[in-house]
């Protein structure tokens, strides 16, 4: 079982910047690829970015240029700037143990594994 828990999250006025963590319990975190995803109200889930065991990442076109992922040994991070009033959302980590040391998921349903999520609010 992992648990994870996701900060960093709040208030900024367009153009800014956040960068958000996402903390894993356990030993075995470096065993888990990772995503994060964003939920807007009345909005359903989306795919924001993600990144393998081995650092290969990939981005949805939106946040392409923007958004950052990585990993270190302990936390997960999306970097974003250049942030715009929609990307307003609650963001959310995931992971998901996997097999393959390059291999990313973008599907929210490939991850059993999610944190609370946290609050991103982008002001015009």
């Known amino acids: 079982q992992v648990q994870l828990v996701e900060s960093g999250g709040g208030l900024v006025q367009a153009g800014g910047s956040l960068r958000l963590s996402c903390v894993a319990s356990g030993r075995t975190f470096m065993s888990y690829a990772m995503g994060w995803f964003r939920q807007a109200p009345g909005k359903e889930r989306e795919f924001v970015a993600a990144?393998?065991?081995?650092?290969s990442t990939y981005y949805t076109d939106s946040v392409k240029g923007r958004f950052t992922i990585s990993r270190d040994n302990a936390k997960m991070y999306l970097q974003m700037n250049s942030l715009k009033p929609e990307d307003t959302a609650v963001y959310s980590c995931?992971?998901?143990?996997?097999?393959?040391?390059?291999?990313?998921?973008?599907?929210?349903?490939?991850?059993?594994?999610w944190g609370q999520g946290t609050q991103v609010t982008v002001s015009s």
């Open positions: 990144i393998s065991k081995s650092g």
């Open positions: 995931a992971a998901r143990a996997s097999s393959f040391s390059s291999a990313y998921y973008v599907a929210s349903g490939q991850y059993p594994y």
